[in-house]
């Protein structure tokens, strides 16, 4: 797998371009709990250099996802969780954009809801919390699901390992920890970037918007889960540096742009 410099270069992009033109993400997540989650997943996707995120989010936060930033494009769905009665105008959102998070503060989430989203997406998902479960027993296409330790043993009690899984449904497992583990058919790589300080909840969110960014700027699957985790940790150390054991999953989304530039 190539290194992080050479796909930095890949991501380099032409003078006269438009707006759209350099990545559309979508998010679908959020809750009455979990404002957060799908703002910071959003600004990471924007801070990596996609040209527009929208997300998509329960009507009853929507103004509340909407004030994290004047940046953000919110629609809602009409009910508190994720139901059915949001498939549609999530499926309305994110079949024009190039790829979209699903899973970020969702909190409890129709499992069926969740199901036909992933069953109709056209586009590449990345797949995260409360959406693993009920996805991994659905029909998906190119997918990145990006677990931590808790999350990752629930695919592995249903299909014996990461590994099994991964063969099987050819998809991409980023498991989150230490040092994240990117599980790719045939393939294991281990992350080097990172810090303790990334405990911190919110960091999980960020890689979601990191990696999908990157998928929305042309990068494969295996490319955006390498460098995605590779960004993610550099400016978690970055803002180690500055705040300690007190930075935040905030202070490292305005890190990103500039552990790329580096």
Not at 12 to 26: A, C, D, I, L, M
Not at 142 to 156: G, L, N, R, V
Not at 174 to 201: F, L, W
Not at 242 to 254: E, F, I, P, R, S
Request: glycine share 12%; aromatic share 4%; net charge negative.
């Amino acid at each position: 797998m190539e290194e992080p410099e050479k796909l930095l270069k890949k991501l380099s992009r032409p003078e006269k371009t438009h707006k759209g033109q350099n990545g559309r993400v979508g998010v679908i997540g959020g809750s009455e709990k979990y404002t957060g989650a799908p703002a910071i997943s959003a600004k990471s996707a924007l801070r990596t250099g996609s040209d527009l995120v929208e997300i998509v989010t329960s009507e009853h936060v929507k103004n509340v996802v909407a004030g994290y930033s004047e940046n953000l494009i919110v629609n809602s769905y009409p009910s508190g969780n994720l139901g059915l009665s949001g498939v549609e105008p999530a499926i309305e959102v994110i079949q024009n954009l190039d790829v979209s998070v699903l899973g970020p503060g969702l909190g409890s989430p129709d499992e069926e809801a969740v199901r036909r989203i992933v069953g109709r997406a056209e586009k590449p998902l990345v797949i995260d919390a409360d959406a693993i479960e009920p996805a991994i027993n659905s029909d998906f296409g190119d997918a990145i699901f990006t677990p931590h330790k808790s999350e990752a043993e629930i695919i592995e009690e249903k299909f014996g390992s990461i590994e099994s899984f991964v063969d099987e449904k050819e998809a991409l497992v980023v498991v989150k920890g230490n040092k994240d583990k990117i599980y790719a058919p045939g393939m294991v790589y281990e992350n080097i970037t990172g810090c303790s300080a990334m405990t911190v909840g919110g960091t999980g969110d960020m890689l979601t918007g990191v990696i999908a960014s990157l998928i929305s700027q042309d990068l494969n699957l295996k490319e955006a889960a390498r460098l995605g985790c590779w960004i993610n940790g550099k400016a978690g150390e970055k803002a180690f540096e500055k705040y300690g054991k007190g930075a935040l999953a905030t202070d490292m989304v305005d890190e990103i742009a500039i552990s790329m530039q580096e």
